[in-house]
């Protein structure tokens, strides 16, 4: 069974870069997967951040895009989130997922689902 | 696309029925997924392309719908299905979203 497990700073200066891991336990970054993150601000609802894939293939929310950056770490099986430029509104709690293929074309595009989550970590930004 | 659930609470009782249902602001085929929500934790798969039950869910979740038009339902509710449920659309050329969730309290 696939595990995955958040890690990072829980709080975060305004205008500085949030940073965090998602070691994967059980299972490979390399497999035929997708890897995500999606976040919860206190009391709302979900909000997918981006995808990444092992060959570095990304795929970004547009609301983020511009200060977003997904990776992927094969050799230590984890893969990564940075958000710079965080502001008040960026705290929340942030959730990995496994991310996988559902149906589709490359013409009308892939569908996505998440099956396993990691426990999800809770960034502050606040001075 | 944006998906918006209604409704965003209700309340019900051990044994009801209880459907919920969400709307695609366009047609997303059977793209569909909807997840459980317990308070503290993380969300759970119930059921990806519309109807497909997630393996080790129970079979009192059962989804349908396609296009613009998506229905969760839990027949027989148990004390566990007290939570908060979302449907999610994720795809490549659209990008992601959530429906803003739908909390179901005890009556």
């Known amino acids: 069974q696939v595990q995955l497990q958040e890690s990072g700073p829980g709080l975060v200066k305004p205008s500085e870069t949030l940073s965090l891991t998602c070691a994967v336990s059980?299972?490979?970054?390399?497999?035929?997967?997708?890897w995500s993150w999606i976040r919860q601000s206190p009391g709302k609802g979900l909000e997918w951040i981006g995808y990444?894939?092992?060959?570095?293939?990304?795929n970004y929310n547009p609301s983020l895009k511009s200060r977003v950056t997904l990776s992927v770490d094969t050799s230590q099986n984890q893969f990564s989130l940075r958000l710079t430029s965080v502001t008040a509104a960026d705290t929340a709690v942030y959730y990995c997922?496994?991310?996988?293929?559902?149906?589709?074309?490359?013409?009308?595009?892939?569908?996505?689902?998440?099956?396993?989550w990691g426990q999800g970590t809770l960034v502050s930004v606040s001075s | 696309i944006q998906l918006t659930q209604s409704p965003s609470s209700l309340s019900a009782s051990v044994g009801d029925r209880v459907t919920i249902t969400c709307r695609a602001s366009?047609?997303?085929?059977?793209?569909l997924a909807w997840y459980q929500q317990r308070p503290g934790k993380a969300p759970k798969l119930l059921i990806y392309?519309?109807?497909t039950l997630q393996s080790g869910v129970p079979s009192r979740f059962s989804g349908s719908g396609s296009g613009t038009d998506f229905t969760l339902t839990i027949t027989s509710l148990q004390p566990e299905d007290f939570a908060t449920y979302y449907c999610?659309?994720?795809?490549?050329?659209?990008?992601?979203?959530f429906g803003g969730g739908t909390k179901v309290e005890i009556k």
């Open positions: 366009q047609g997303i085929s059977n793209y």
């Open positions: 059980g299972g490979s970054v390399s497999e035929t997967y997708y």
């Open positions: 997922a496994r991310d996988r293929l559902g149906g589709g074309s490359l013409f009308t595009g892939y569908s996505h689902y998440f099956d396993f």
């Open positions: 392309a519309a109807s």
């Open positions: 999610q659309q994720l795809n490549t050329y659209l990008g992601g979203t």
């Open positions: 990444v894939y092992h060959s570095g293939i990304t």
